[in-house]
C-alpha cells in the first residue's frame, strides 16, 4: 500500500464508522464516552493495520510516512469535520469556522498524533530487525 493511500484510509474509516453512530438528526445515537472510545478503537486498529501494509523500512521513512498521515488528517478535518461541528453549533460563517479549529484541535487533532506514532516505531522496528548490530 502507498503511503498516501494509508493515510486517507486512516481518516476515512473512523469518518464512515461515525456516520453510523449519529442520527439523521445530527445527534451521536450513543454517549459521548461511548462515541470518543469507539472512534480511538477504530482510528487504532485502522492505524495499525494500515502501517502493517506501508511497512516502513527505518525510523526515518516511519516518520516521514507519520508526517504525511498526519497532514493528510489534519486537511481533510479542517476540510470536514470543523464545518460539521461548527454547524453543529450554529451557522457557518468565517469566524465561527476560525473559532472552531482550537477546539478541533484540542479535542481531535492531537489524538492523530498517536495514531501516526506507531509509523515511527514500526520504522525503527524494522530498522532493528535489518541491522542487530547497528542499534546496540
Not at 469507539?38 to 486498529?45: K, N, P, Q, R, T
Not at 488528517?73 to 479542517?78: E, K, S
Amino acid at each position: 500500500m502507498k503511503p498516501l493511500a494509508g493515510g486517507l484510509l486512516v481518516w476515512f474509516v473512523p469518518f464512515a464508522v461515525s456516520c453510523f453512530l449519529i442520527g439523521p438528526d445530527g445527534k451521536k445515537t450513543v454517549s459521548e464516552d461511548a462515541f470518543r472510545t469507539a472512534m480511538l478503537l477504530v482510528g487504532s486498529v485502522t492505524s495499525s493495520y494500515c502501517t502493517y501494509l506501508c511497512d516502513p523500512r527505518t525510523r526515518r521513512g516511519g516518520l516521514a510516512m507519520a508526517a504525511l498521515w498526519l497532514l493528510v488528517n489534519w486537511i481533510l478535518d479542517l476540510i470536514v469535520l470543523v464545518p460539521l461541528l461548527v454547524t453543529e453549533r450554529g451557522s457557518l460563517s468565517a469566524d465561527a469556522y476560525v473559532a472552531m479549529v482550537p477546539v478541533w484541535f484540542c479535542r481531535t487533532g492531537l489524538a492523530y498524533v498517536g495514531f501516526v506514532s506507531m509509523c515511527v516505531v514500526a520504522g525503527a522496528c524494522a530498522e532493528r530487525a535489518a541491522h542487530p548490530t547497528k542499534m546496540s
